[in-house]
């Protein structure tokens, strides 16, 4: 969203009608800086998001009652925030979550793509140079040995 609040939804198919309730917004980019990158983990627990404020926010949707089960009532919920990253001079355009689990790379409007440990919450590589404009995907093989970017 443009005002840098994100929703998680809850969809389901109930006797051939799709059942859609917002669980959570989650309210955290600067005010006025769009979202434009999300994903979750592969298993599901965290939603990542990325925006024009070059932050990375890491949110536990399910330890805090936001999963998938929609067992959370629509709510501003910062409390959901795992950790902030700052790592990008720029939009962060795009964001994948590592099949492993254990890491997730950006990509961003500064030319670079970087890589990000789980655990240490900490950039663990970043690609620097080979892009000549902003970038504007990235994506993960399914075994999460190979990043592809463009």
Known sequence: RKDGS???LTIRLDRGIWDVHRTHRFIHHEIGTPVRALDFSHDGAL?????DDGAV?????V?????ADGGSSSS???HLVGFVIGGHRGWVLDLKACPLGRRFATAGADKTVKIWDLGTRKNIHSFDDGHEGS?????FS??????VSG
Do not use: E, N, P
């Open 47 to 51: 939603l990542f998001s990325g925006g």
């Open 57 to 61: 926010y890491v949110m536990d949707v």
């Open 6 to 8: 994100v929703d998680a």
């Open 135 to 139: 970038i504007w995907g990235i994506g």
């Open 76 to 78: 501003s919920s910062s």
């Open 63 to 67: 330890a805090r009652g936001g999963g």
């Open 142 to 147: 399914s075994d999460g040995k190979r990043l």
